[in-house]
C-alpha cells in the first residue's frame, strides 16, 4: 500500500466509494463444517462493511490457528495469517506503523486464550487501536475435538475422557480484568445484534473487545442453545442497554440488582422496579461490568450480551506518536548509526590454539553486550 507517506501523513483518495457485501466477499471458496457458527459471523460482516463507509484497500484482518483464522481468506481486504496466538502482537506492530489502516483481529477460544492470552490482555491493556472479534466455541475444532480454556468444568473431550477437572476462563472477566476500554457479548444466532456490536467495537477509538458465542456443530454442537435459541431467547440473555434498567424476561419479570456479593438476578414483582440496577457502560471502575460478566454460571443460566464497558482512555499509538514528535522537537530526528556507536566498542580476542602465533581478532563495534 501506497496511500501514506510516513506514519501520519495520508494521500487525499477523495471520497469513499459505495460498497455492496459482493465487494467485500473474496473469490475463495468459504470452507468450514457446513451449519458452522462461523458463516454467520462472515455474513454479518460482509454485510456491515458497506454501511461502515470503510475502503477495502484501507482494511486488515489478521488471524491465528484454527477454524475462526481462515476469516481473512474470505474478506476482500488486506489479511495476515499468522501463527498461533500471535494475532493481536502482529495487529499491534501494524496498528503501530500504520495508524490509518483499520485493523481487526480474528481467533477462537483456544488461540487467543491459551498460548496467546499474553498478547490479548496486554493488547488491551495498552489500548491500541484494534478490534478484536473471539469466537467462543469451547472447544478445539481444528484439531478434533479438545478441551480448551473456555470448556465448562466437567466437559468430556478427547483429551479429558472422564471429564474436565479445570474451571474455564471467562473472556468477559479476562477483558475486563485486563482493563479493556470496550467489551462487548454477542452470539452467532443473532446477526443484527452482531452487527451493532462490531459497529460499536469499529467506532470505538482504542482496543475494543467483542466475544462472539459460536456454535461448533460438530464437536460442542448446541453449547449454547439454552441460550440463543429464538423461542429461549427473552428469557435466558440479558440485554445490556445503556441508561436502562437491566430487565429481561417474556414480559420483563426479572432484573438484575446490586447486593453487597455482587449484582444478582431477582423477581422485579418482589423488589419493586426502583431495585433494578441501570446499566452505566461509561464508569471507569470495571467492577461493576466485572459482576455482570459473573452472572452466568454455565452456558445455561442467563447471560448478559451487549457492551459492558466503554470508556475513553487515550489510544496507545496516538500518544506514542505524540511523544515521539515532542522528542524530535527537542533533540531532533536522531541518526541510528550514531547511536549505535555512542556506547564503548569492545574488542574479544579468540582463545588461541597451540599451533597458532596470533590470535584471530573480532571486534564487536556496537552496543557491547
Known amino acids: 500500500m501506497t496511500d501514506v507517506l510516513d506514519p501520519g501523513t495520508e494521500m487525499d483518495l477523495g471520497p469513499v466509494p459505495e460498497t455492496t457485501r459482493a465487494d467485500w466477499s473474496s473469490d475463495q471458496e468459504v470452507r468450514w463444517c457446513p451449519g458452522c457458527g462461523d458463516y454467520s459471523i462472515l ?3 460482509q454485510l456491515l462493511m458497506p454501511e461502515l463507509g470503510v475502503r477495502r484497500e484501507k482494511t486488515v484482518f489478521i488471524s491465528g490457528i484454527g477454524c ?3 476469516f481473512p481468506y474470505y474478506m476482500n481486504t488486506y489479511g495476515v495469517h499468522t501463527i498461533h496466538g500471535r494475532a493481536p502482537a502482529v495487529a499491534t506492530g501494524l496498528a503501530m506503523a500504520r495508524p490509518d489502516l483499520d485493523v481487526w483481529v480474528i481467533g477462537g477460544d483456544g488461540d487467543m486464550l491459551s498460548i496467546g492470552g499474553n498478547h490479548l490482555i496486554h493488547a488491551l491493556r495498552r489500548n491500541i487501536n484494534l478490534n478484536i472479534l473471539l469466537f467462543n466455541n469451547q472447544i478445539y475444532g481444528l484439531t478434533k475435538g479438545q478441551f480448551s480454556p473456555t470448556s465448562q468444568k466437567g466437559k468430556v473431550t478427547k483429551s479429558s475422557p472422564v471429564g474436565l477437572v ?4 471467562n473472556p468477559i472477566s479476562v477483558a475486563l480484568g485486563a482493563e479493556a476500554t470496550f467489551v462487548a457479548r454477542t452470539h452467532d444466532m443473532d446477526r443484527r445484534h452482531m452487527q451493532e456490536m462490531f459497529r460499536r467495537a469499529y467506532e470505538h477509538e482504542g482496543s475494543s473487545f467483542v466475544e462472539v458465542l459460536q456454535n461448533c456443530n460438530i464437536f460442542n454442537d448446541g453449547v449454547f442453545a439454552a441460550i440463543t435459541k429464538k423461542d429461549v431467547r427473552e428469557d435466558m440473555l440479558i440485554d445490556l442497554q445503556h441508561g436502562k ?6 414480559e420483563k419479570q426479572f432484573g438484575v440488582a446490586r447486593r453487597p ?5 431477582v423477581e422485579v414483582a418482589e423488589v419493586g422496579i426502583e431495585d433494578i440496577l441501570v446499566h452505566d457502560e461509561t464508569i471507569r471502575n470495571p467492577s461493576t461490568a466485572f ?4 452472572l452466568a454460571k454455565t452456558p445455561a443460566t442467563p447471560t448478559p450480551v451487549g457492551v459492558f464497558r466503554a470508556i475513553d482512555s487515550g489510544e496507545f499509538s496516538t500518544s506514542v506518536a505524540a511523544q515521539i514528535r ?6 531532533g530526528t536522531g541518526d541510528l548509526a550514531t547511536l549505535l556507536r555512542s556506547q564503548p566498542t569492545w574488542e574479544v580476542w579468540a582463545r588461541p590454539s597451540s599451533s597458532a602465533t596470533t590470535a584471530d581478532r ?8
Open 245 to 250: 434498567p437491566i430487565l429481561f424476561g417474556s
Open 43 to 45: 455474513t454479518a460482516m
Open 326 to 331: 515532542e522528542v524530535q522537537a527537542q533533540l
Open 291 to 294: 459482576s455482570l460478566s459473573r
Open 166 to 169: 479445570s474451571r474455564p476462563f
Open 362 to 369: 573480532l571486534v564487536v563495534d556496537g552496543l557491547g553486550t
Open 261 to 265: 456479593e455482587g449484582v444478582v438476578i
Open 68 to 70: 475462526a483464522a481462515r
